[in-house]
């Protein structure tokens, strides 16, 4: 609920601002400029060839649709099931890795599902691209804002899909330095907060899928 509401906040102050142009009486201000996303971002593209995966866990997971899924900004390890050894992680993706604040999103199946890549290690999926950028969080807030605009992109029959040659020609507001940074001011605290909020919980889920077979046998006790 705590995280639900610090992206209900982030959402609606970015809508206020560079949606509804509230404090500036609904009008976009001058210097303001219109670009394509291209333009602003670096693309960590590895689709192509299927790495070789392992079902057991490594300390390589594979990010795919299902840890974009939800409502929180953050990557959601939990929700992997594929892996890969070191050897594969280190040398088998042209691309290299997803970088801490690089938008993640997919681009085939549930399409434009997106998220903040957070933590060490993680390789992308065949259907995700990654997004690095100078203005993450502004990024970030946008892309989820036009959503609707990046599936429509869809030109998938039997399996929806979108090109990154199509989605990176949308437009994209650019508002001064000055507004992107009073952005990041609010949006940065509020991310991190996530961020720890969805690690203190990946925490207590571990705890608990550790002990709970072993209360069940019997080899721990709550009597101690």
């Not at 290690?121 to 990046?150: E, S």
Request: hydrophobic content about 35%.
């Amino acid at each position: 609920m705590l995280n639900h509401n610090l992206e209900q906040t982030a959402r609606a102050i970015f809508k206020s601002w560079f949606v509804d142009f509230e404090p500036w009486g609904g009008v976009m201000p001058d210097g303001w400029r219109e670009v394509p996303l291209g333009s602003l971002v670096q693309s960590i593209d590895n689709r192509g060839k299927t790495p070789p995966q392992v079902s057991q866990a490594t300390e390589y997971p594979i990010i795919d649709v299902k840890a974009l899924s939800g409502n929180q900004r953050v990557v959601d390890f939990n929700n992997c099931t594929k892996f890969v050894e070191a050897e594969t992680y280190q040398s088998w993706f042209r691309s290299g890795h997803p970088q801490p604040y690089d938008i993640l999103l997919s681009t085939v199946g549930s399409l434009a599902e997106m998220k903040l890549f957070f933590g060490t290690r993680g390789c992308i999926a065949q259907n995700v691209i990654g997004f690095r950028t100078k203005m993450p969080l502004y990024l970030y807030q946008y892309l989820q804002y036009i959503k609707g605009d990046l599936v429509s992109y869809n030109i998938g029959s039997a399996q929806p899909s979108i090109k990154v040659t199509h989605i990176i020609k949308h437009p994209i507001i650019v508002p001064s330095d000055d507004m992107l940074q009073q952005f990041d001011d609010i949006a940065e605290p509020l991310t991190n907060e996530i961020y720890t909020n969805h690690r203190q919980s990946e925490h207590l889920t571990s705890m608990r899928d550790s002990l709970l077979p072993r209360l069940m046998s019997g080899e721990l006790s709550v009597n101690g």
